[in-house]
């Protein structure tokens, strides 16, 4: 999965055509004059520090039974606004979840730059195994969900996106999306992640899945200083930066023989989030952030004003989503968080459409 180097640097004031040039497996166009380089940019974000172009983008596992948790995000990002520089790409089960869904957004959501991608002919043409194809519609262990992930983090990656945040479709957009991948940026390059050691069976349980993948090497390294696993899903929204996501799944791939070998272990609790942090801490010197001695026994997923502020005094990490419920009961929330994006778990809350 190893890549050639995506990001171009553009001088201020550089003049460049509007041709195709082929970088590895990836199209991009270099545009010499301001009516199409517009056109080009409008799919991307900036780092404003080296004016370096970059194409992001939302992957979201989707399902038509919950199309209208899908339906309500999208129409809270039209809402909003800032939604001009990604795109967002759906992941369908199967070709008719598909077709189901590439008729029916663009009806109702025609402001939104929306790709699809069915995930069982990819893993039929791409990675061309016919037992992860059977793994994947029997749901075997439950994989499909985490399987979905994945295989749409694989195609983000294929096809040229820089930065790729993967969510589910439970969310809401609280403000303008305009500075998202920004503050996505400003966190993920603080390599620390945000958890807890409070002791709770399921946690345990999906901390022993994800760390299996690393064998002996995962032993120690998620420990808090009293060696309790600091559990970190969900504090803040899933992001991955493609040279890292890259490397991960060369790495992935190297210690199980294959990436569809590997595939072929996911099941229910191996959070493709937590999998990748795991992987950041032993190859790239992450580190984690145990706030149980003042969180007591909340989860990082459902943190209270009082846990994010006390977080943010000790880290200078504010999250880019935090808790619907939390922002019901206190919404002034926002003006203490303003790097806070989006709102998670909106299914939680007992509101239908």
């Known amino acids: 999965m190893a890549q050639s180097s995506l990001t171009e640097t553009i001088s201020a004031g550089t003049v460049i055509s509007c041709e195709p040039c082929l970088c590895g497996d990836f199209t991009l166009y270099f545009c010499r004059n301001q009516e199409n380089f517009a056109k080009y940019i409008e799919y991307t974000t900036y780092d404003t520090k080296d004016f370096v172009v970059t194409r992001d983008c939302i992957v ?3 399902h038509l039974p919950k199309a209208n948790w899908l339906i309500s995000f999208l129409s809270s990002i039209e809402a909003q606004g800032g939604y001009d520089n990604f795109e967002i790409i759906l992941g369908a089960s199967n070709e008719h979840e598909y077709r189901m869904f590439a008729r029916m957004i663009p009806a109702i959501h025609k402001k939104l730059k929306v790709k ?35 295989i749409l983090l694989i195609w983000a990656l294929e096809h040229g996106y820089h930065g790729i945040m993967s969510l589910d479709a439970d969310t809401a957009a609280s403000k303008s999306l305009v500075s998202l991948f920004s503050s996505l940026r400003l966190n993920y390059r603080k390599n620390i992640y945000i958890g807890t050691s409070y002791e709770r069976g399921d946690i345990t349980t999906i901390a022993d899945d994800c760390r299996r993948h690393f064998g002996d090497k995962a032993k120690d390294i998620f420990q808090s200083s009293d060696g309790k696993i600091v559990y970190t899903w969900f504090f803040d929204a899933p992001f991955y930066e493609s040279t890292d996501l890259a490397e991960f799944f060369d790495r992935m791939s190297q210690i199980h023989g294959s ?15 937590t999998i990748f942090q795991y992987w950041r801490a ?41 808790y619907t419920w939390e922002f019901l009961h206190q919404p002034d929330i926002l003006a203490a968080l303003p790097d806070v994006h989006m709102l998670s778990h909106f299914d939680r809350m007992g509101l239908y459409l």
């Not at 061309?128 to 979905?148: E, G, H, P």
């Not at 990436?259 to 989030?273: A, P």
Request: proline share 3%.
């Open 116 to 150: 699809y991608v069915n995930i069982e002919g990819f893993i039929k043409s791409k990675l061309k195994s016919d037992l992860l194809t059977q793994r994947f519609i029997a749901n075997t262990d439950r994989c499909i969900v985490n399987v979905k992930k994945f």
């Open 259 to 273: 990436l569809v070998k590997w595939l072929m272990t996911i099941r229910y609790e191996d959070f493709e989030h």
């Open 282 to 322: 032993i190859e790239k010197g992450s580190v984690f952030f145990d706030t149980q001695s003042f969180t007591h026994n909340f989860l990082p997923e459902s943190y209270l004003y009082s846990h994010l502020a006390t977080i943010y005094d000790a880290t200078m990490y504010c999250p880019t989503w935090i």
């Open 60 to 62: 979201i596992p989707v």
